[in-house]
């Protein structure tokens, strides 16, 4: 694995001596990781089908198991990940850089797994003190697991329910039950705990209910369009998640938006769609509540497929059962996660 040069400025001693460690919010910076596997289209949607215990499409399982994988880029093109510094107490105390850990935020798990020999051995669970971005949060339980050959799989989940930094931080005193994401595309964003930062976004927030039915960060989105044609209404079950690659979306729509690219194609090779990395792409906007938010065009040329293919960051979510707003459209928005009980999200453009 590439080494990574953390931003992130860690809780120095004097944090465990205070009596109220959430007296003000917390920003967390991260970085986009770079790993060839991790840049590869048809992996990067075969994970979202293993995430949710989804059967892939066998043509889609194919072309993940036989890619090469031989694509190189830079650190910033893809976003595949965005990674965080973490420290984590034992055997020493917080404060030593031999602690610190890179993972991966997670919004749709309410798991703290790590790969660390130091603390135990795969498959138990541990109770540390853990350190992200200045705050400390006592008691958090993490579960050991084993390493892996395809990139990072250190999580920090941040559901709005479950034991997990989130809701052991708003429990500790994080002084609101809130957290931000301000991810960008091929640069450096944010997640910011226990405060909103207007500075991070344009015009309003507007805020939607979140469907606790099946534990997500979900919502009905209630439509979309493409580039400046007239807005399609139709009922998009989805959730937020921050450790999805891909902005995967019902058939019809994804078919429609590259019906609108020239010389785009669904690829059995490549278990998606595919077009020339010169083609233009048009905008994709989506509908939440009253307001309208745009995904880039250029957002969803996700990775080359070689030397004159790429392929697209916006794919079909057959057989996941839902939508997923993965990081090609999360990185177009200010988002806000907000609340525990009755959690809600909210959107927002932000500053160009």
């Known amino acids: 694995m590439p080494s990574i040069t953390s931003i992130v400025a860690i809780a120095t001693l004097c944090y465990l001596t205070s009596a109220a460690p959430f007296k003000t919010g917390f920003t967390i910076k991260q970085v986009p990781y770079d790993t060839i596997a991790l840049h590869n289209g048809p992996i990067s949607l075969l994970k979202a089908y293993e995430k949710y215990g989804a059967q892939p499409p066998p043509l889609i399982k194919r072309a993940a198991l036989t890619s090469t994988g031989t694509v190189t880029a830079t650190p910033t093109e893809y976003d595949s990940e965005y990674l965080i510094s973490v420290e984590i107490s034992s055997p020493s105390p917080i404060g030593s850089a031999s602690n610190t850990f890179t993972m991966d935020v997670d919004t749709s798990s309410s798991t703290f797994s790590l790969y660390a020999p130091k603390f135990g051995a795969p498959g138990a669970t541990v109770t540390k003190t853990v350190a992200i971005g200045g705050a400390i949060v006592t008691g958090q339980a993490i579960s050991l697991i084993s390493d892996s050959p395809e990139g990072n799989n250190n999580i920090v989940g941040l559901l709005y329910a479950g034991k997990n930094f989130y809701t052991n931080a708003v429990a500790q005193g994080l002084p609101q039950a809130v957290f931000t994401a301000n991810l960008k595309k091929g640069e450096p964003g944010t997640y910011n705990f226990g405060y909103i930062d207007a500075s991070e976004y344009t015009g309003a927030l507007t805020y939607v209910a979140v469907s606790t039915a099946n534990g997500f960060w979900e919502f009905t989105s209630n439509g ?3 580039g400046t044609a007239a807005f399609v209404s139709l009922s998009i079950d989805t959730i937020v998640d921050t450790g999805t690659t891909l902005l995967l979306l019902p058939p019809s729509a994804v078919k429609a938006y590259y019906a609108k690219v020239t010389g785009a194609a669904y690829s059995t090779d490549e278990g998606g769609y595919v077009f020339p990395c010169t083609a233009t792409l048009p905008s994709f906007t989506l ?3 009253t307001s309208k938010a745009v995904v880039p065009g250029t957002y969803v040329n996700y ?10 960051g916006i794919q079909e979510n057959t057989g996941i059962g839902f939508s997923i707003f993965g990081l090609t459209f999360i990185k177009s928005q200010f ?3 907000k609340g525990t009980t009755s959690p809600s999200l ?7």
């Open 303 to 312: 990775a080359p497929v070689n030397s004159t293919s790429c392929y697209g």
């Open 287 to 289: 509908g939440i509540g």
């Open 335 to 337: 988002v806000v996660f």
């Open 224 to 226: 979309y369009a493409i």
């Open 346 to 352: 909210g959107f927002a453009a932000k500053p160009t």
